[in-house]
Protein backbone atom coordinates (compact mmCIF):
# COMPACT_ATOMS: atom_id res chain seq x y z
CA UNK A 1 0.00 0.00 0.00
CA UNK A 2 1.11 3.99 -0.82
CA UNK A 3 0.98 6.25 1.89
CA UNK A 4 -2.94 6.91 1.37
CA UNK A 5 -3.78 3.76 1.89
CA UNK A 6 -4.65 3.32 -1.79
CA UNK A 7 -2.72 0.69 -3.72
CA UNK A 8 0.21 1.90 -5.82
CA UNK A 9 -0.73 3.79 -9.31
CA UNK A 10 1.24 1.20 -11.13
CA UNK A 11 -1.36 -1.66 -9.77
CA UNK A 12 -4.34 0.49 -10.36
CA UNK A 13 -3.41 0.91 -14.06
CA UNK A 14 -2.40 -2.54 -14.38
CA UNK A 15 -5.51 -3.90 -12.73
CA UNK A 16 -8.30 -1.70 -14.67
CA UNK A 17 -6.06 -2.00 -18.06
CA UNK A 18 -5.47 1.98 -18.32
CA UNK A 19 -2.67 1.98 -21.12
CA UNK A 20 -2.62 5.89 -21.62
CA UNK A 21 -4.17 6.66 -25.25
CA UNK A 22 -2.27 9.23 -27.36
CA UNK A 23 -5.76 10.60 -29.40
CA UNK A 24 -6.83 11.77 -25.76
CA UNK A 25 -3.70 13.10 -24.69
CA UNK A 26 -3.04 10.82 -22.13
CA UNK A 27 0.50 10.88 -19.98
CA UNK A 28 -0.07 9.29 -16.59
CA UNK A 29 2.26 10.93 -13.69
CA UNK A 30 2.80 7.75 -11.38
CA UNK A 31 5.73 9.79 -9.19
CA UNK A 32 2.96 10.70 -5.76
CA UNK A 33 6.39 13.10 -4.44
CA UNK A 34 5.25 15.24 -7.61
CA UNK A 35 1.84 15.19 -7.27
CA UNK A 36 2.47 15.92 -3.70
CA UNK A 37 4.32 19.07 -5.08
CA UNK A 38 1.81 20.01 -7.58
CA UNK A 39 -0.60 20.29 -4.95
CA UNK A 40 1.18 22.49 -2.54
CA UNK A 41 1.78 24.67 -5.56
CA UNK A 42 -1.63 25.35 -5.24
CA UNK A 43 -1.29 26.54 -1.86
CA UNK A 44 -3.38 25.75 1.30
CA UNK A 45 -6.77 23.99 0.12
CA UNK A 46 -8.33 22.62 2.95
CA UNK A 47 -10.99 25.03 2.22
CA UNK A 48 -11.28 24.85 -1.29
CA UNK A 49 -13.04 23.22 -3.93
CA UNK A 50 -10.40 21.88 -6.94
CA UNK A 51 -11.43 20.88 -10.17
CA UNK A 52 -9.83 19.01 -11.84
CA UNK A 53 -9.45 18.18 -15.47
CA UNK A 54 -8.52 14.66 -16.90
CA UNK A 55 -7.68 12.80 -13.56
CA UNK A 56 -6.94 9.39 -15.74
CA UNK A 57 -5.91 6.66 -13.03
CA UNK A 58 -6.66 9.62 -10.27
CA UNK A 59 -2.43 10.30 -9.24
CA UNK A 60 -3.29 13.96 -8.54
CA UNK A 61 -6.54 13.51 -7.37
CA UNK A 62 -4.86 11.42 -4.48
CA UNK A 63 -2.67 13.82 -3.98
CA UNK A 64 -5.17 17.22 -3.39
CA UNK A 65 -7.49 14.90 -1.30
CA UNK A 66 -4.46 14.26 0.85
CA UNK A 67 -3.17 17.43 1.14
CA UNK A 68 -6.64 18.59 2.84
CA UNK A 69 -8.93 19.44 0.09
CA UNK A 70 -12.05 20.44 1.04
CA UNK A 71 -13.31 18.65 -2.12
CA UNK A 72 -12.19 17.70 -5.36
CA UNK A 73 -14.81 17.75 -9.01
CA UNK A 74 -12.76 15.74 -11.46
CA UNK A 75 -13.58 15.61 -14.78
CA UNK A 76 -12.97 12.28 -16.71
CA UNK A 77 -13.36 11.53 -20.73
CA UNK A 78 -12.06 8.19 -20.64
CA UNK A 79 -14.43 5.90 -19.34
CA UNK A 80 -12.10 3.34 -18.16
CA UNK A 81 -10.57 5.45 -15.57
CA UNK A 82 -13.77 5.87 -14.11
CA UNK A 83 -13.77 3.08 -11.91
CA UNK A 84 -10.07 3.67 -10.38
CA UNK A 85 -11.64 7.02 -9.71
CA UNK A 86 -14.49 5.56 -7.80
CA UNK A 87 -12.35 3.69 -5.52
CA UNK A 88 -10.60 6.89 -4.64
CA UNK A 89 -14.08 8.30 -3.93
CA UNK A 90 -15.20 5.46 -1.81
CA UNK A 91 -11.38 6.00 0.15
CA UNK A 92 -12.46 9.59 0.67
CA UNK A 93 -16.55 9.69 0.95
CA UNK A 94 -18.04 12.50 -0.01
CA UNK A 95 -14.77 14.79 -1.07
CA UNK A 96 -14.56 13.73 -4.54
CA UNK A 97 -17.35 13.64 -7.59
CA UNK A 98 -16.57 12.36 -10.89
CA UNK A 99 -17.74 13.82 -14.03
CA UNK A 100 -17.85 11.68 -17.15
CA UNK A 101 -17.78 13.95 -19.89
CA UNK A 102 -15.94 16.07 -22.22
CA UNK A 103 -14.10 19.18 -20.95
CA UNK A 104 -14.64 21.16 -23.48
CA UNK A 105 -18.43 20.72 -23.28
CA UNK A 106 -18.26 21.40 -19.60
CA UNK A 107 -19.71 24.16 -18.05
CA UNK A 108 -17.33 25.24 -15.38
CA UNK A 109 -18.77 28.24 -14.03
CA UNK A 110 -21.67 26.27 -13.11
CA UNK A 111 -19.54 23.96 -11.62
CA UNK A 112 -17.76 26.45 -9.26
CA UNK A 113 -21.28 27.76 -8.26
CA UNK A 114 -22.38 27.93 -4.40
CA UNK A 115 -18.22 26.00 -4.08
CA UNK A 116 -17.30 28.73 -2.19
CA UNK A 117 -13.21 29.09 -2.92
CA UNK A 118 -12.69 27.17 -6.10
CA UNK A 119 -9.08 26.50 -8.02
CA UNK A 120 -8.25 24.28 -10.68
CA UNK A 121 -5.58 22.27 -10.62
CA UNK A 122 -4.44 19.20 -13.57
CA UNK A 123 -2.07 17.53 -15.32
CA UNK A 124 -4.03 19.13 -18.48
CA UNK A 125 -4.29 16.38 -21.45
CA UNK A 126 -1.87 17.77 -24.29
CA UNK A 127 -4.43 18.42 -26.90
CA UNK A 128 -6.61 20.54 -25.15
CA UNK A 129 -4.55 22.21 -22.60
CA UNK A 130 -4.49 25.00 -24.58
CA UNK A 131 -7.76 25.85 -25.80
CA UNK A 132 -9.09 25.39 -22.03
CA UNK A 133 -6.60 27.83 -20.89
CA UNK A 134 -7.98 30.17 -23.40
CA UNK A 135 -11.43 29.79 -22.69
CA UNK A 136 -10.45 30.03 -18.22
CA UNK A 137 -8.09 33.46 -19.81
CA UNK A 138 -11.31 34.95 -21.49
CA UNK A 139 -14.73 34.51 -19.94
CA UNK A 140 -17.17 38.01 -20.54
CA UNK A 141 -17.62 37.84 -16.68
CA UNK A 142 -14.53 38.83 -14.64
CA UNK A 143 -13.39 38.18 -11.58
CA UNK A 144 -13.77 34.23 -12.66
CA UNK A 145 -15.12 31.62 -10.62
CA UNK A 146 -11.66 30.55 -9.71
CA UNK A 147 -8.65 32.01 -7.20
CA UNK A 148 -5.77 30.64 -8.86
CA UNK A 149 -5.09 27.72 -11.41
CA UNK A 150 -2.28 25.43 -11.29
CA UNK A 151 -1.64 23.44 -14.34
CA UNK A 152 0.83 21.37 -16.26
CA UNK A 153 2.08 22.09 -19.70
CA UNK A 154 4.39 21.36 -21.88
CA UNK A 155 7.85 23.52 -21.18
CA UNK A 156 7.23 25.15 -24.36
CA UNK A 157 3.83 26.20 -23.60
CA UNK A 158 4.28 26.98 -20.21
CA UNK A 159 6.94 29.65 -21.81
CA UNK A 160 4.69 31.07 -23.86
CA UNK A 161 2.34 31.71 -20.71
CA UNK A 162 4.83 33.40 -18.48
CA UNK A 163 6.45 35.23 -22.06
CA UNK A 164 7.08 38.82 -21.33
CA UNK A 165 7.45 41.56 -24.54
CA UNK A 166 10.53 40.87 -26.49
CA UNK A 167 10.71 37.38 -25.22
CA UNK A 168 11.20 34.97 -28.08
CA UNK A 169 8.15 33.23 -26.63
CA UNK A 170 5.96 36.07 -26.71
CA UNK A 171 2.48 35.77 -28.50
CA UNK A 172 -1.20 35.32 -28.15
CA UNK A 173 -1.14 32.90 -24.73
CA UNK A 174 1.58 35.75 -23.35
CA UNK A 175 -0.70 38.57 -23.60
CA UNK A 176 -4.20 36.89 -23.11
CA UNK A 177 -2.45 35.85 -19.70
CA UNK A 178 -0.67 38.81 -18.95
CA UNK A 179 -4.04 40.57 -19.43
CA UNK A 180 -6.09 39.53 -16.79
CA UNK A 181 -3.44 37.19 -14.70
CA UNK A 182 0.20 36.96 -13.17
CA UNK A 183 1.71 33.84 -13.98
CA UNK A 184 4.87 31.93 -13.08
CA UNK A 185 6.49 28.82 -14.29
CA UNK A 186 6.34 26.97 -10.88
CA UNK A 187 8.66 24.10 -11.92
CA UNK A 188 9.64 21.35 -14.36
CA UNK A 189 8.44 17.71 -14.36
CA UNK A 190 11.20 15.32 -16.88
CA UNK A 191 9.28 12.88 -18.88
CA UNK A 192 10.56 9.98 -17.03
CA UNK A 193 7.87 11.39 -14.41
CA UNK A 194 5.26 10.12 -16.72
CA UNK A 195 4.01 6.97 -18.46
CA UNK A 196 4.48 6.90 -21.29
CA UNK A 197 7.34 9.57 -21.12
CA UNK A 198 6.71 12.14 -23.49
CA UNK A 199 9.52 13.77 -25.77
CA UNK A 200 9.14 17.12 -24.15
CA UNK A 201 9.91 18.42 -20.39
CA UNK A 202 6.37 19.45 -18.91
CA UNK A 203 6.19 22.77 -16.30
CA UNK A 204 3.54 23.55 -13.93
CA UNK A 205 2.42 26.89 -14.07
CA UNK A 206 0.55 28.81 -11.15
CA UNK A 207 -2.03 31.62 -12.05
CA UNK A 208 -3.64 33.94 -9.96
CA UNK A 209 -6.29 36.46 -11.64
CA UNK A 210 -5.60 40.24 -11.33
CA UNK A 211 -8.58 41.48 -9.70
CA UNK A 212 -9.00 44.48 -12.03
CA UNK A 213 -7.24 43.83 -15.12
CA UNK A 214 -6.91 46.58 -18.11
CA UNK A 215 -10.57 47.19 -19.30
CA UNK A 216 -11.09 45.62 -22.69
CA UNK A 217 -13.45 43.49 -24.72
CA UNK A 218 -12.16 39.88 -24.44
CA UNK A 219 -13.05 38.66 -28.16
CA UNK A 220 -11.70 42.00 -29.34
CA UNK A 221 -8.34 41.70 -27.64
CA UNK A 222 -8.12 38.04 -29.25
CA UNK A 223 -9.14 39.11 -32.39
CA UNK A 224 -6.52 41.68 -32.72
CA UNK A 225 -3.55 39.42 -31.13
CA UNK A 226 -4.41 36.83 -33.40
CA UNK A 227 -4.11 39.03 -36.35
CA UNK A 228 -0.98 40.44 -35.27
CA UNK A 229 0.89 37.27 -34.08
CA UNK A 230 -0.49 35.81 -37.48
CA UNK A 231 2.17 37.49 -39.25
CA UNK A 232 4.55 38.18 -36.56
CA UNK A 233 7.79 38.75 -38.72
CA UNK A 234 5.66 41.64 -40.61
CA UNK A 235 5.32 44.66 -39.48
CA UNK A 236 1.98 45.66 -37.43
CA UNK A 237 0.57 48.02 -40.91
CA UNK A 238 0.77 45.10 -42.89
CA UNK A 239 -0.13 42.43 -39.92
CA UNK A 240 -3.15 44.14 -38.65
CA UNK A 241 -4.28 45.76 -42.45
CA UNK A 242 -7.53 43.92 -42.00
CA UNK A 243 -8.10 45.62 -38.78
CA UNK A 244 -7.47 48.90 -39.84
CA UNK A 245 -3.60 49.27 -40.47
CA UNK A 246 -2.09 52.33 -40.68
CA UNK A 247 -5.45 54.25 -39.32
CA UNK A 248 -5.54 52.42 -36.79
CA UNK A 249 -2.43 52.38 -35.39
CA UNK A 250 -2.14 56.12 -35.97
CA UNK A 251 -5.15 56.47 -33.99
CA UNK A 252 -3.69 54.63 -31.24
CA UNK A 253 -0.57 56.61 -31.56
CA UNK A 254 1.99 52.92 -32.24
CA UNK A 255 4.57 53.16 -34.62
CA UNK A 256 3.12 50.68 -37.48
CA UNK A 257 6.46 49.58 -38.18
CA UNK A 258 7.04 47.84 -35.01
CA UNK A 259 6.37 44.29 -34.67
CA UNK A 260 4.10 42.29 -33.13
CA UNK A 261 6.30 41.10 -30.56
CA UNK A 262 7.69 44.65 -29.22
CA UNK A 263 3.84 45.48 -28.09
CA UNK A 264 2.96 45.65 -24.38
CA UNK A 265 -0.37 44.05 -23.39
CA UNK A 266 -1.45 47.68 -22.69
CA UNK A 267 -0.54 48.38 -26.12
CA UNK A 268 -2.72 45.44 -27.37
CA UNK A 269 -5.36 46.33 -25.38
CA UNK A 270 -5.75 50.00 -26.83
CA UNK A 271 -5.44 48.76 -30.24
CA UNK A 272 -8.53 45.87 -29.71
CA UNK A 273 -10.82 49.36 -28.04
CA UNK A 274 -10.11 51.07 -31.63
CA UNK A 275 -10.46 48.08 -34.11
Known sequence: MSIDGLPPLREVIAEHGLAAKKSLGQNFLLDLNLTAKIARAAGDLTASTV?????GPGGLTRALLLSGARRVVAVERDERCLAALA???????GRLEVISGDALETDF??????????????????????ELLVRWLT?????????????MFQREVAERIVAMPGDRSYGRLGVL??????????????????TPPPKVTSSVVHLVPRQTPIAVDAKALARVTEAAFGQRRK???????????EALLERTGID???????????????????A
Open 235 to 245: MLRQSLKALGG
Open 51 to 55: IEVGP
Open 139 to 151: PSAWPPFYSSMTL
Open 256 to 274: PTRRAETLSVEEFAALARE
Open 177 to 194: AGWRTESRIAFDVPPQAF
Open 87 to 93: EISDHYP
Open 109 to 130: AALAAEQGDTRIVANLPYNIGT
